[in-house]
C-alpha cells in the first residue's frame, strides 16, 4: 500500500494517449473557409449560401455561427486565406515592385482570387459591412507595398514630399483592375512600362504638392 506523499512507481502510472493532428474544431474550421472560398470563387459572393457550406464542409450551421456570426466575416476570413504578398528590399522600387507584380500573378492563376475579389467588390458598393471589413484586410495587405515606398523614399529614389498612400493607390489600382480580366496574360512587360511612367511622374516636380511648394517658393524668396 503507498503512503501518503509517495508516488506510484512509473509502472503503475496509467499511459496518457496523446491526440495526433490537430484540434477538431480547427479542422473543421479550415473545411469551413475551404469551401467558402469555392463557393465565391465559382458563384461569387452573391451565390454564398450557408446551406452549401453545411452540405460541402459536413458541419452544422451552429459550428459556423458560433465563429463567424455574419455572412461578411464568414467572406472575409475566407479571402484572408489567399496568400498574402510581400515585398523585398532589392535597393531598386522598379524591382521590387516588379517582383510583387510576379507574386501576384501566380496567386491569380493558383487561387480564385480573380473571381473571388471582384464578387467581393462589386457587393461592397451596396454592403457597408462587407465593405468596411473588406477595406481593412485590403489595407494590411498593402502594408508591404508601402513599406517598399517608404523605403525608396529613404534612398533618395523618391522625393520626400511623396505621398505614400497617394502612390500606393496609383500604383496598385491597375494591379487590382488585372483582377478583373486578362488573367491569362503575363503582366510583367506591360507593367514594366507603366510603373516607369508611374515612377516618372512621382519624381516629377509637377507632383509636389501645393502645399510643399508654397513653402519651397517662400524659402527661396528669404
Same mark, same amino acid.
Given at each position: 500500500?503507498?503512503?501518503?506523499?509517495? &508516488?506510484?512507481?512509473?509502472? /503503475?502510472? !496509467?499511459?496518457?494517449?496523446?491526440? !495526433?493532428?490537430?484540434?477538431? /474544431?480547427?479542422?473543421?474550421?479550415?473545411?469551413?473557409?475551404?469551401? &467558402?472560398?469555392?463557393?465565391?470563387?465559382?458563384?461569387?459572393?452573391?451565390?454564398? &449560401?450557408?446551406?452549401?457550406?453545411?452540405?460541402?464542409?459536413?458541419?452544422?450551421?451552429?459550428?459556423?455561427?458560433?465563429?463567424?456570426?455574419?455572412?461578411?466575416?464568414?467572406?472575409? #476570413?475566407? +479571402?484572408?486565406?489567399?496568400?498574402?504578398?510581400?515585398?523585398?528590399?532589392?535597393? $531598386?522600387?522598379?524591382?521590387?515592385?516588379? $517582383?510583387?507584380?510576379?507574386?501576384?500573378?501566380?496567386?491569380?492563376?493558383?487561387?480564385?482570387?480573380?473571381? !473571388?475579389?471582384?464578387?467581393?467588390?462589386s457587393e461592397a458598393a451596396h454592403n457597408p459591412a462587407l465593405a468596411q471589413a473588406l477595406r #481593412?484586410?485590403?489595407?494590411?495587405?498593402?502594408?508591404? &507595398?508601402?513599406?517598399?515606398?517608404?523605403?525608396?523614399?529613404?534612398?533618395?529614389?523618391?522625393?520626400?514630399?511623396? /505621398?505614400? $498612400?497617394? *502612390? $500606393?493607390?496609383?500604383?496598385?489600382?491597375?494591379?487590382?483592375?488585372?483582377? +478583373?480580366? *486578362?488573367?491569362?496574360?503575363?503582366?510583367?512587360?506591360? +507593367?514594366?512600362?507603366?510603373?516607369?511612367?508611374?515612377?516618372?511622374?512621382?519624381?516629377?516636380?509637377?507632383?509636389?504638392?501645393?502645399?510643399?511648394?508654397?513653402?519651397?517658393?517662400?524659402?527661396? #524668396?528669404?
Amino acid at each position: 500500500m503507498k503512503k501518503q506523499g509517495e &508516488t506510484a512507481p512509473s509502472g /503503475d502510472a !496509467v499511459p496518457q494517449k496523446k491526440r !495526433v493532428g490537430r484540434p477538431q /474544431d480547427e479542422e473543421r474550421g479550415e473545411a469551413i473557409l475551404t469551401v &467558402t472560398l469555392d463557393i465565391m470563387g465559382e458563384r461569387g459572393y452573391a451565390g454564398l &449560401t450557408v446551406a452549401e457550406i453545411v452540405a460541402r464542409a459536413r458541419v452544422s450551421k451552429s459550428t459556423i455561427y458560433r465563429r463567424w456570426p455574419t455572412k461578411e466575416e464568414l467572406a472575409i #476570413a475566407a +479571402f484572408d486565406r489567399l496568400p498574402e504578398l510581400e515585398v523585398m528590399d532589392r535597393g $531598386d522600387l522598379l524591382e521590387e515592385l516588379l $517582383d510583387l507584380i510576379g507574386q501576384y500573378q501566380r496567386v491569380l492563376q493558383s487561387t480564385p482570387l480573380g473571381s !473571388v475579389l471582384p464578387g467581393l467588390v462589386s457587393e461592397a458598393a451596396h454592403n457597408p459591412a462587407l465593405a468596411q471589413a473588406l477595406r #481593412a484586410t485590403i489595407d494590411r495587405r498593402r502594408q508591404p &507595398t508601402k513599406a517598399a515606398l517608404r523605403r525608396a523614399v529613404g534612398r533618395g529614389e523618391l522625393p520626400p514630399y511623396t /505621398d505614400v $498612400d497617394q *502612390a $500606393d493607390e496609383i500604383i496598385m489600382a491597375p494591379l487590382l483592375q488585372r483582377s +478583373f480580366y *486578362a488573367m491569362e496574360q503575363d503582366m510583367l512587360d506591360d +507593367f514594366r512600362q507603366m510603373l516607369t511612367i508611374i515612377l516618372a511622374g512621382l519624381r516629377s516636380p509637377a507632383a509636389r504638392p501645393p502645399l510643399a511648394e508654397a513653402k519651397a517658393r517662400g524659402r527661396g #524668396a528669404a
